[in-house]
């Protein structure tokens, strides 16, 4: 536009014209550039971050799994202590939906539809324990025992009613890509918290934006990750495939989250400095 107002010659305007139309090409390109991007990211990007961020990681594990654990052993030897911690009337209610078990499987409709509502529910409990982190990471360390608290009380109230079996049954599939996505995102939740207490000399926001690529990777991770497990939980877990089936699936889920946050991306991996 500049040439043509300038009265430019006509060859200039010809050249500057194409290349107009080169860098037009260039920007619908770059969308499957910036996917490959984002394939990478998560597939060596992720994993690193995990590895580089274990000791968080590591907390975040024992923070989510020893209130799972107490919840479980105390739900299941004490139904006061199970309503001290969650109302009696929710308790008795997700026992009476793993009553019947899913042998007769559930509706096609039924699990597209809670598609969206596991996808919902699973990224705001992350979420939560992700972003809270901002406050020192107080808001993370709550969300991440109380959300181990929770899920490991109904485990035992429900179990204790006799319908263990039919929850562990649903739960095995998508547990594995669920809980440690909530994990990691408890995990990635301390470390933001971590950085704006040992600042290392830089001001809190220098140290916050200095660990943000590996923050924004762990999120990524784990929001990928609640997504499988929502498509799990809509249409696998309440499928009436064989319990056998189901038990091994997610032996094998298991091995392949393990697998992949502790190998993926290692090739070139860039050391990391203390």
């Not at 406050?135 to 959300?147: H, K």
């Not at 909530?182 to 704006?196: F, R, S, T």
């Not at 499928?239 to 032996?251: H, I, M, R, T, Y």
Request: net charge positive; proline share 4%; hydrophobic share 50%.
């Amino acid at each position: 536009m500049r040439a043509r107002q300038s009265d430019s010659a006509a060859d200039i305007v010809a050249y500057l014209d194409a290349l107009t139309a080169r860098a037009h090409n260039a920007l619908y390109a770059s969308r499957s550039y910036a996917l490959g991007q984002a394939l990478g990211a998560l597939g060596r990007g992720f994993p690193r971050a995990f590895r580089k961020h274990g000791r968080f990681m590591a907390v975040s594990a024992l923070m989510f799994v020893v209130p799972l654990l107490v919840g479980w052993l105390g739900a299941l030897h004490s139904p006061s202590f199970a309503a001290s911690v969650l109302p009696l009337k929710t308790l008795e209610d997700l026992s009476q939906a793993y009553s019947e078990g899913f042998a007769g499987g559930r509706s096609e409709q039924t699990d597209a539809a809670m598609t969206g509502f596991y996808v919902d529910n699973n990224v705001g409990i992350a979420f939560r324990c992700f972003a809270t982190g901002i406050l020192f990471g107080v808001g993370s360390a709550y969300y991440t025992l109380y959300n181990g608290l929770f899920i490991g009380t109904v485990f035992g109230f429900v179990q204790r009613a006799g319908h263990g079996r039919n929850l562990f049954t649903f739960v095995c599939g998508h547990s594995p890509f669920e809980l440690t996505a909530i994990v990691i995102a408890g995990g990635a939740g301390l470390c933001m918290g971590a950085a704006l207490i040992s600042t290392e000399g830089r001001t809190r926001l220098g140290s916050l934006r200095q660990r943000a690529p590996d923050l924004s990777l762990l999120a990524l991770g784990a929001a990928a990750m609640l997504c499988i497990a929502a498509l799990i939980e809509a249409f696998w877990s309440p499928s009436s495939l064989p319990e056998s089936v189901k038990f091994a699936f997610s032996a094998l889920a298991w091995l392949s989250v393990f697998g992949f946050l502790a190998f993926a991306g290692r090739a070139n991996e860039p050391r990391s400095t203390p």
